[in-house]
């Protein structure tokens, strides 16, 4: 199937709270979000309106990241992202939609630019994807 990759640029400011925007051509909005630090791992979620191109669905509601974190820096590759979806129409369950990297940028940068968003898809069994198209 299909894969996407979303630029996204997340702020973590005092008390929790969350600022961030996503790259060009994807029709997702996105809203508030929060952060807490749990031991090791940062975990915080971010409100999106959903989207829904080709096979590659997620549904309204909050996106969920949880990384490794150590101080001030953070695991860069395998990064988890989850949803909180309903099963049976009654049971919730924590379901993984992707991975994540994280890069460090300058604070206070207002030249940050981020790439469009992209597709990918699978070419067989071995598990490589190729680029498909920028949206």
């Given at each position: 199937?299909?894969?996407?990759?979303?630029?996204?640029?997340?702020?973590?400011?005092?008390?929790?709270?969350?600022?961030?925007?996503?790259?060009?051509?994807?029709?997702?909005?996105?809203?508030?979000?929060?952060?807490?630090?749990?031991?090791?791992?940062?975990?915080?979620?971010?409100?999106?309106?959903?989207?829904?191109?080709?096979?590659?669905?997620?549904?309204?509601?909050?996106?969920?990241?949880?990384?490794?974190?150590?101080?001030?820096i953070?695991?860069?590759?395998?990064?988890v992202?989850?949803?909180?979806?309903?099963?049976?129409?009654?049971?919730?369950?924590w379901?993984?939609?992707?991975?994540?990297?994280?890069?460090?940028?300058?604070?206070?940068?207002?030249?940050?630019?981020?790439?469009?968003?992209?597709?990918?898809?699978?070419?067989?069994?071995?598990g490589?994807?190729?680029?498909?198209?920028?949206?």
């Amino acid at each position: 199937g299909r894969r996407m990759q979303i630029p996204m640029l997340c702020t973590f400011k005092e008390g929790g709270m969350i600022e961030s925007r996503i790259g060009p051509y994807l029709n997702m909005g996105i809203g508030e979000g929060n952060w807490r630090k749990v031991g090791n791992l940062l975990k915080f979620w971010i409100e999106i309106e959903g989207f829904e191109k080709f096979d590659v669905t997620l549904p309204k509601g909050k996106l969920h990241f949880t990384t490794n974190a150590w101080g001030n820096i953070l695991r860069q590759k395998g990064n988890v992202l989850t949803i909180r979806a309903t099963r049976f129409l009654v049971r919730k369950e924590w379901r993984m939609v992707g991975t994540f990297s994280a890069e460090p940028v300058l604070a206070n940068d207002d030249r940050v630019t981020l790439p469009p968003c992209k597709s990918y898809m699978g070419s067989g069994t071995n598990g490589d994807f190729y680029e498909d198209s920028d949206y």
